[in-house]
């Protein structure tokens, strides 16, 4: 059975930080790309920042660039996402979803952990 379980959530002032985790089961890790996503109250699903399997590779949303970090531990099986600087418009549930990486057809999500950044 498959698993992505986020944490690392919570409310947080302008400016802080908080680091996110989410624990993998159930697939062999290293073969999926990682993604963090989020979803604000009446937006859509955004793309924040991905990783590729080998852990090479990221990519980040330009709203997030210099201020959020993707990894992953390859080991243990969890990907992160540090988030300095934290603004109110980053306020949203974040999730955790794998992609293998030779099929997009094959892809995985986490039920997400609320971020809320306001003073």
């Known amino acids: 059975q498959v698993q992505l379980v986020e944490s690392g959530g919570g409310l947080v002032q302008p400016g802080g930080s908080l680091r996110l985790s989410c624990a993998t089961s159930g697939i062999t890790f290293r073969r999926y790309i990682m993604t963090w996503y989020r979803q604000a109250p009446g937006k859509e699903r955004e793309s924040v920042a991905s990783i590729s399997s080998s852990g090479v590779n990221t990519n980040y949303a330009d709203s997030v660039k210099g201020r959020f970090t993707i990894s992953r531990d390859i080991d243990r099986n969890i990907l992160y996402l540090q988030m300095n600087g934290l603004k109110p418009e980053d306020t949203a549930r974040y999730y955790c979803?794998?992609?293998?990486?030779?099929?997009?057809?094959?892809?995985?999500w986490g039920q997400g952990t609320q971020v809320t950044v306001s003073s």
């Open positions: 979803n794998a992609r293998y990486y030779t099929n997009d057809a094959l892809t995985f």
